[in-house]
């Protein structure tokens, strides 16, 4: 199975600390597509974020969170024990200062061919030494899915232009669903914005060094009767006890 972007992340990344591409800049093999499409079927199957709160009940998030260990050099990659989700009222103000326990990622995720080779593919796209690369990675996978009311607008980052603390991370869209909004935008760390994509097509992507900036997207709306959601899987990679730790 092959893919690849026809962008050098790498360089952008390098020298702007951020780099976005749509998803006309893919490029998937047949069993690349084939893959992809098994592994947006699991957005069908998250459980509720309990600590979304939105006000509307036709208003909701559903989620899986899991940490992984990743070793680069041997492209180990296995599932840690469950863990919470935790972040502090610093990096967010909606929701930090709790341990958060979602559901984990099932294997019919981690054991994805499409998933395992994009897990590599963004580790490779950052300024990491590779002495590190024989470390054991820290990665930490949020599988989301917003959904919206009929004639309804839903907050899909409540806590703002933040920053979630990790060393580097890469978010791609999953699949959208008749919504309008949710445009994407990243800002430096005193919140003066750099870039926005709104993500349109699956594979839409961002790629960003989260720790030296900020950023956030924009509410989404359901303008008819229809059912509508926006699905996100964010990919991020830490190593503690190194330069490359988590900034809780």
Request: one cysteine or more.
């Given at each position: 199975?092959?893919?690849?972007?026809?962008?050098?992340?790498?360089?952008?990344?390098?020298?702007?600390?951020?780099?976005?591409?749509?998803?006309?800049?893919?490029?998937?093999?047949?069993?690349?597509?084939?893959?992809?499409?098994?592994?947006?079927?699991?957005?069908?199957?998250?459980?509720?974020?309990?600590?979304?709160?939105?006000?509307?009940?036709?208003?909701?998030?559903?989620?899986?969170?899991?940490?992984?260990?990743?070793?680069?050099?041997?492209?180990?990659?296995?599932?840690?024990?469950?863990?919470?989700?935790?972040?502090?009222?610093?990096?967010?103000?909606?929701?930090?200062?709790?341990?958060?326990?979602?559901?984990?990622?099932?294997?019919?995720?981690?054991?994805?061919?499409?998933?395992?080779?994009?897990?590599?593919?963004?580790?490779?796209?950052f300024p990491i030494p590779e002495i590190y690369f024989d470390h054991n990675w820290i990665c930490q996978v949020h599988m989301i899915r917003i959904v919206v009311g009929s004639n309804q607008t839903t907050p899909t980052t409540p806590e703002g232009i933040h920053s979630d603390g990790y060393p580097f991370a890469g978010v791609h869209l999953i699949n959208r669903k008749n919504i309008t909004g949710g445009e994407s935008r990243v800002y430096?760390?005193?919140?003066?914005?750099?870039?926005?994509?709104?993500?349109?097509?699956?594979?839409?992507?961002?790629?960003?060094?989260?720790?030296?900036?900020?950023?956030?997207?924009?509410?989404?709306?359901?303008?008819?009767?229809?059912?509508?959601?926006?699905?996100?899987?964010?990919?991020?990679?830490?190593?503690?006890?190194?330069?490359?730790?988590?900034?809780?």
């Amino acid at each position: 199975m092959t893919f690849k972007v026809n962008c050098d992340l790498k360089s952008k990344i390098k020298k702007q600390k951020y780099v976005t591409a749509s998803a006309a800049q893919w490029e998937l093999s047949t069993n690349a597509q084939e893959s992809f499409a098994e592994l947006q079927k699991s957005w069908n199957n998250l459980e509720i974020d309990k600590y979304y709160g939105e006000l509307h009940p036709s208003n909701y998030r559903v989620r899986r969170y899991s940490d992984f260990d990743y070793v680069p050099n041997t492209g180990e990659f296995r599932p840690r024990n469950h863990v919470s989700y935790y972040q502090s009222k610093r990096q967010n103000s909606y929701a930090g200062g709790q341990n958060r326990h979602f559901g984990d990622i099932l294997p019919e995720v981690y054991e994805n061919e499409f998933f395992c080779s994009l897990v590599e593919y963004d580790f490779k796209q950052f300024p990491i030494p590779e002495i590190y690369f024989d470390h054991n990675w820290i990665c930490q996978v949020h599988m989301i899915r917003i959904v919206v009311g009929s004639n309804q607008t839903t907050p899909t980052t409540p806590e703002g232009i933040h920053s979630d603390g990790y060393p580097f991370a890469g978010v791609h869209l999953i699949n959208r669903k008749n919504i309008t909004g949710g445009e994407s935008r990243v800002y430096t760390v005193d919140s003066e914005q750099l870039a926005s994509l709104t993500f349109k097509e699956p594979l839409d992507s961002l790629w960003f060094e989260d720790r030296l900036m900020k950023h956030y997207v924009t509410p989404i709306s359901n303008n008819g009767d229809s059912e509508a959601h926006r699905d996100i899987l964010a990919i991020s990679f830490s190593l503690p006890d190194s330069p490359y730790t988590t900034d809780v």
